[in-house]
């Protein structure tokens, strides 16, 4: 048997009785050209390892393999296991992770090599996701992932832009983040009440170093959280304006209007302090 011997996806859920699950974010994506793109788009193939979180009945994770990557698909839903052990073994290159996709360790998974992660991502753990594998120690070789549409919009949005925020400076200053595709809600099963959207995400060469990153997200948390506020006022625990005047910037500056280059600049400036 081989993946093209395999059920259709809607034919699978049915003799199996299953349906999505509220409580895990669950939307199935059941059609293939839509999952086929989104391969396409990960830019994977012969030899590549890919990192699925929440494959579900395993509709991205054919059109994966399709491609002739090996694929470890991350599941946390035992009721699709059935599901998946058939693709496994049509295709032979999918393992079957069952566990939390917070919890796993992705280096131990990758057995250390590099690895790709493609997914469309449930909607009730997207960003803490998103966040683990841009500033923890394991650094994907991408990221190909599907957000609701508001979500997307944050990781890609440019300084000045309503949409822009922590998120954002995150994202830009560890990858090159990019918004590929859209994908409207009836394209899911069930659809859900908003629409989404792929972003495609490659590491920066000049990925901050840990500790800078570090300094970045407590510098951001404290200026995003107050967003209305000066910098002097929002930053004021931090350092106020000494701080932000090393930093080259406007103390009566926003937050919204401070590009990843200035918070990198912030954060160099507050690690300055604390060794200095």
């Known amino acids: 048997m081989d993946l093209a011997d395999l059920p259709p996806l809607r034919e699978a859920l049915a003799e199996h009785g ?104 449930p909607y009730n753990v997207g960003t803490p996701l998103l966040i683990k594998w841009l500033t923890g120690p394991w650094t994907p070789a991408s990221l190909t992932l599907m957000f609701q549409k508001e979500v997307a919009d944050r990781i890609a949005a440019a300084p000045g832009a309503s949409a822009y925020g922590r998120l954002a400076v995150i994202a830009q200053a560890t990858s090159h983040a990019q918004l590929v595709m859209d994908v409207p809600a009836r394209a899911f099963t069930p659809p859900p009440k908003v629409d989404s959207a792929v972003v495609r995400l ?57 590009d990843v280059a200035g918070f990198l600049r912030l954060a160099d400036a507050w690690l300055a302090r604390r060794t200095g």
């Open 18 to 121: 299953l349906m999505a699950k509220k409580s895990f974010g669950q939307h199935f994506l059941l059609d293939l050209n839509i999952t086929r793109k989104i391969a396409r788009l990960a830019q994977v193939g012969d030899g590549d390892t890919v990192i699925e979180v929440g494959p579900g009945p395993g509709g991205l994770t054919r059109a994966l393999l399709e491609t002739g990557a090996k694929v470890i698909a991350v599941e946390k839903d035992e009721r699709f296991r059935p599901l998946l052990e058939d693709v496994a073994a049509a295709s032979g290159r999918l393992t079957l992770v069952l566990g939390d996709a917070l919890a796993v360790d992705e280096a131990e998974l990758a057995r250390g090599g590099p690895a790709h992660v493609v997914s469309n991502l």
């Open 202 to 258: 490659t590491p920066r060469a000049d990925r901050p170093s840990p500790e800078r990153l570090d300094a970045m997200q407590k510098l951001t948390a404290a200026a995003f959280g107050q967003r209305r506020k000066m910098l002097r006022a929002s930053l004021k625990a931090l350092g106020g304006e000494p701080l932000i005047a090393a930093a080259g910037l406007d103390p009566q500056a926003r937050a919204e209007t401070v």
